[in-house]
Nanobody, 123 residues
């Protein structure tokens, strides 16, 4: 069982940066691939980025590649560093965990989800 709690959302101007954090609880955190998804108003939830259990493999959606960086530590934290933010990045961002590959998380429904944190980018 894995429980996830996101933090770090907020309001930022276009071109700015924001760092999201996900704190996981549970003994088997280190064996899970961790990822971030987002859902904008009126749109379906979409994959953003994922990092495998070892931290060696990452995978990004094309829309954020080169602007967002996902990382994790050996304890229970997974971060998403977001730079060069655009108004279209505005969404609720969700942390997720699953026993799959980083690329696999982009096409599967993760087993565990956080409650989400709001990110708003003003133009």
């Amino acid at each position: 069982q894995v429980q996830l709690v996101e933090s770090g959302g907020g309001l930022v101007q276009a071109g700015g940066s924001l760092r999201l954090s996900c704190a996981a609880s549970g003994r088997t955190f280190s064996s899970y691939t961790m990822g971030w998804f987002r859902q904008a108003p009126g749109k379906e939830r979409e994959f953003v980025a994922a990092i495998n259990w070892s931290g060696r493999n990452t995978y990004y959606a094309d829309s954020v590649k080169g602007r967002f960086t996902i990382s994790r530590d050996n304890f229970k934290n997974t971060d998403l560093q977001m730079s060069s933010l655009k108004p279209e990045d505005t969404a609720v961002y969700y942390c997720a965990a699953d026993r799959t590959t980083a690329q696999g998380m982009s096409v599967t429904e993760p087993d565990y989800w956080g409650q989400g944190t709001q990110v708003t980018v003003s133009s």
